[in-house]
C-alpha cells in the first residue's frame, strides 16, 4: 500500500520561495516516477515538474527556470523547490506517484502566492 504525505505549503508574497515535500510509505518509491501536478480554482489538475526513477525531470513550461523537482529515494521523499512564486502559481499541489502505470495521489497542501 502505497501513501503520499504532502507538506510545506502555505501563503508566500509574489517573489518569495516554498519548498514542498512529499513522503512515501511502502517499497516502491525509488522504482518509481514521481511528479507534482496542481490545480487551482476552476481548472484541470495540471502536472508541474516529474522526475525519472533515474531522476531524468521535465517541467511545465511555465515554471521552468523557477522550479527544481529532486528526490531522496533512501528518505523516499520527493521535493519540489518553488522560487519567484507568482499569484498564477496559487494552487492545490498534489504529489503523484506512478508505478507499471498505476498512480498513486496525496491529500494536495494548498500554495497561495498574494501581497
Known amino acids: 500500500q502505497v501513501q503520499l504525505v504532502e507538506s510545506g505549503g502555505g501563503l508566500v508574497q509574489p517573489g518569495g520561495s516554498l519548498r514542498l515535500s512529499c513522503a512515501a510509505s511502502?517499497?516502491?518509491?525509488?522504482?518509481?516516477?514521481m511528479g507534482w501536478y496542481r490545480q487551482a480554482p476552476g481548472k484541470e489538475r495540471e502536472l508541474v515538474a516529474r522526475?525519472?526513477?533515474?531522476?531524468?525531470?521535465n517541467y511545465a513550461d511555465s515554471v521552468k527556470g523557477r522550479c527544481t523537482i529532486s528526490r531522496d529515494n533512501a528518505k523516499k521523499t520527493v521535493y519540489l523547490q518553488m522560487n519567484s512564486l507568482k499569484p498564477e502559481d496559487t494552487a492545490i499541489y498534489y504529489c503523484?506517484?506512478?508505478?507499471?502505470?498505476?498512480?498513486?495521489w496525496g491529500q494536495g497542501t494548498q500554495v497561495t502566492v498574494s501581497s
Open positions: 503523484n506517484l506512478n508505478y507499471v502505470g498505476r498512480d498513486y
Open positions: 511502502g517499497s516502491i518509491f525509488s522504482f518509481a516516477a
Open positions: 522526475i525519472s526513477r533515474l531522476s531524468s525531470t
